[in-house]
């Protein structure tokens, strides 16, 4: 009998400040190590890994994407093709489902080879670019290929041309695969860090996806059966609104100290930010809203004086994506960071992030910590990324039906 819910495994490897899983492309079966991001729903690949010239399945259309993120963006056409999901008993293939391929990027995708999506339809808009195809008479009158090269000037420009035209919502991968019955709405992540565990900095990939720490399990269609992956009770995490997985958050607390009240979301924000904080597998930090980051910091001050002094030396080591000694950085010393959410229930739910969870050690090079806070990004919303540090050590279900819900247990351990 067919499983119930497909078990993919997953890797920091690739990209190795997120978690990666592969999906088969194509009539050839086309391999893409894709990141799996609730902060996004488009799926998205590089040419590298994907051929159209070899697709029989291809389906081209007259639709286009350019998408900016907090940092770099990247422009191509929409397309179709059959896509494949999971090994084995939890091989699964959609006949048809859209994706964008990258003709044009201002983006560092590392070792890994796109995205894939997993938030909600309403962020998942394209542009029918219909009338440019007929203006330039271009013949076939589609996307693919591609005919605005990397330059009706840069990315920046591109862009405006595609947001110019019509827009048409895409159907996100994970909901087609939900309408076509393959699953059902809702998935479940197991997460070990937040970034790539590293021992030797000439390491292969394959040595580093081998390591334990960095690897992971995705589940599609369930999350509460594969009792293996956790221990001890759920908390149970209400989630408001769905555009991405928005939460209410009221305070967050520096190990015993007073609670830090969190701002609500500024009513000119609602439209496009819908809550306060939203849970994203693919920020491989904890952003705090810029005035909960101040009163943290200066928390952090009161704890230990010296605090500030190292959360600064690491800023300026972090200008060149370089990390502090692990020698100088002594978890015992941290305290706990506590996040304060509406639950389910309507009473407050508590999820911890241990000092080795924002203080992470041997990360991105051996040897070497990061510290996972970041303040609010320049023209971001009042609202909280809670990123992976946060949902270290966890596993988490994405529960998207009825008013929905983030399920978070302990993960066993590796």
């Known amino acids: 009998m067919a499983p119930?819910?497909?078990?993919?495994?997953?890797?920091?490897?690739?990209?190795?400040?997120?978690?990666?899983?592969?999906?088969?492309?194509?009539?050839?079966?086309?391999?893409?190590?894709?990141?799996?991001?609730?902060?996004?729903?488009?799926?998205?690949?590089?040419?590298r890994a994907y051929d159209p010239a070899r697709d029989a399945s291809l389906q081209p259309t007259t639709w286009a994407q350019q998408i900016n993120y907090g940092q770099g963006g990247w422009a191509g056409p929409v397309m179709?093709?059959?896509?494949?999901?999971?090994?084995?008993?939890?091989?699964?293939?959609?006949?048809?489902?859209?994706?964008?391929?990258?003709?044009?990027?201002?983006?560092n995708f590392r070792d890994y080879d796109g995205l894939f999506g997993l938030a909600f339809g309403g962020l998942n808009h394209a542009h029918d670019m219909s009338?440019?195809?007929?203006?330039?008479?271009?013949?076939?009158?589609?996307?693919?290929?591609?005919?605005?090269?990397?330059a009706d000037g840069d990315l920046h420009a591109l862009g405006q041309l595609v947001r110019g035209q019509p827009p048409v919502s895409v159907t996100p991968l994970f909901t087609a695969a939900g309408e076509a019955h393959v699953v059902t709405d809702k998935f479940a992540m197991l997460i070990r860090r937040s970034l790539v565990h590293v021992l030797d900095d000439e390491a292969a990939l394959h040595t580093l996806a081998g390591d334990p720490l960095n690897q992971g399990v995705l589940i599609l269609g369930g999350g509460e059966e594969h009792q293996d992956l956790y221990e001890g009770p759920f908390r149970n995490v209400r989630l408001v609104h769905e555009l991405y997985y928005n939460a209410n958050l009221i305070?967050?607390?520096?190990?015993?100290?007073?609670?830090?009240?969190?701002?609500?979301?500024?009513a000119d924000e609602?439209?496009?930010?819908?809550?306060?904080?939203?849970?994203?597998t693919g920020s491989s930090f904890l952003v705090l809203e810029a005035s909960v980051y101040?009163?943290?910091?200066?928390?952090?001050?009161?704890?230990?004086?010296?605090?500030?002094?190292?959360?600064?030396?690491?800023?300026?080591?972090?200008?060149?994506?370089?990390?502090?000694?692990?020698?100088?950085?002594?978890?015992?010393?941290?305290?706990?960071?506590?996040?304060?959410?509406?639950?389910?229930?309507?009473?407050?739910?508590?999820?911890s992030c241990t000092p080795g969870d924002y203080w992470q050690a041997n990360a991105l090079h051996a040897g070497q910590s990061f510290f996972l806070l970041l303040e609010q990004l320049p023209g971001w919303p009042r609202?909280?990324?809670?990123?992976?540090?946060?949902?270290?050590?966890?596993?988490?279900i994405f529960d998207r039906r009825g008013t929905g819900v983030l399920r978070v247990a302990r993960a066993q351990e590796a």
Do not use: M
């Not at 609602?270 to 994203?280: C, E, H, V, W």
């Open 294 to 351: 101040a009163a943290v910091l200066d928390a952090f001050g009161r704890h230990d004086a010296n605090f500030p002094g190292v959360i600064q030396r690491f800023e300026e080591a972090f200008r060149t994506e370089s990390g502090l000694p692990n020698r100088l950085v002594d978890h015992r010393d941290w305290p706990d960071l506590h996040f304060h959410l509406e639950g389910e229930d309507g009473q407050e739910v508590r999820l």
């Open 4 to 47: 119930t819910s497909l078990r993919l495994n997953t890797s920091l490897a690739f990209a190795k400040g997120a978690y990666t899983v592969t999906l088969e492309f194509g009539s050839q079966r086309d391999k893409a190590n894709l990141l799996l991001d609730t902060g996004s729903s488009t799926v998205v690949v590089l040419p």
């Open 251 to 266: 305070s967050v607390q520096v190990g015993d100290q007073p609670r830090i009240p969190v701002p609500a979301l500024a």
């Open 383 to 396: 609202q909280s990324i809670l990123g992976l540090p946060l949902l270290s050590g966890c596993y988490c």
């Open 80 to 107: 179709a093709t059959e896509l494949g999901l999971g090994e084995g008993i939890h091989a699964r293939r959609l006949a048809s489902a859209c994706f964008a391929f990258v003709q044009a990027q201002q983006q």
């Open 131 to 150: 009338a440019v195809l007929a203006q330039r008479a271009v013949e076939p009158s589609l996307t693919w290929p591609w005919p605005f090269g990397q």
């Open 270 to 280: 609602l439209d496009r930010a819908a809550s306060n904080a939203i849970f994203d």
